[in-house]
């Protein structure tokens, strides 16, 4: 869904636009029938932490998602770059899934156990991407083989896990080969079915 909408925003006008243009983009693409929608609550611009204010705001606005005929358990908001903690009660309150950016859990040195143990069986969709000294979403070789592969498996370990998809989420085929590479390279140690690999 479009990014660089506050919809955690105290400024009522502008959070009801971002709702509106929300709305306008899950009913544009609802044709397609995507497996998921990766919805961003985006901090508020120089807020340091996500507090009261911001957390009453989203639930304001992911209440009015519903209302305006959004499908809470196909939209995962997704894991940016601070504290999910504080997304948690709001998902918990209205029904909303996650997605899982393992990549911004990596970049941002966060608790990858609780990632996994707590937003993982919450999530409809994740994503995946290295990064370097300067910057994220960057090619998977940035990352260690294992780190990556421990990530899988707790991934494949969904019941519903063929069902999920798992975004190579790199913006340049200068990422995207290499971290192919690595991927074809992992989904060789994945456990047969039938006669085909899964992945």
Not at 3 to 21: C, M, S, V
Not at 27 to 47: F, I, M, Q, V, Y
Not at 86 to 109: K, M, Q, R
Not at 112 to 133: K, S, V
Request: with cysteine; aromatic share 8%; net charge negative.
């Amino acid at each position: 869904l479009p990014i660089g909408l506050k919809l955690g925003t105290p400024d009522e006008a502008t959070r009801k636009r971002n709702i509106e243009t929300t709305l306008r983009a899950i009913d544009a693409t609802r044709p397609l029938n995507p497996l998921a929608w990766d919805l961003h609550l985006e901090k508020n611009d120089g807020s340091e932490e996500t507090g009261i204010e911001w957390q009453d705001a989203c639930l304001l606005s992911l209440n009015e998602l519903k209302a305006g005929g959004a499908e809470p358990a196909r939209i995962g908001v997704e894991t940016l770059e601070f504290d999910y903690t504080s997304t948690l009660p709001l998902l918990d309150a209205t029904g909303f899934a996650a997605t899982l950016d393992i990549g911004h859990v990596w970049y941002c040195g966060f608790d990858e156990t609780y990632y996994l143990e707590n937003i993982l069986p919450r999530a409809i969709g994740f994503h995946m991407h290295g990064f370097n000294e300067v910057r994220d979403h960057k090619s998977l070789h940035f990352i260690p083989t294992e780190r990556i592969k421990h990530f899988l498996d707790a991934v494949s370990a969904r019941p519903n896990a063929a069902q999920l998809p798992v975004v190579l989420e790199v913006f340049s085929e200068n990422s995207f080969h290499p971290s192919m590479e690595v991927l074809n390279e992992l989904a060789s140690t994945f456990p047969m079915e039938g006669s085909e690999r899964t992945r």
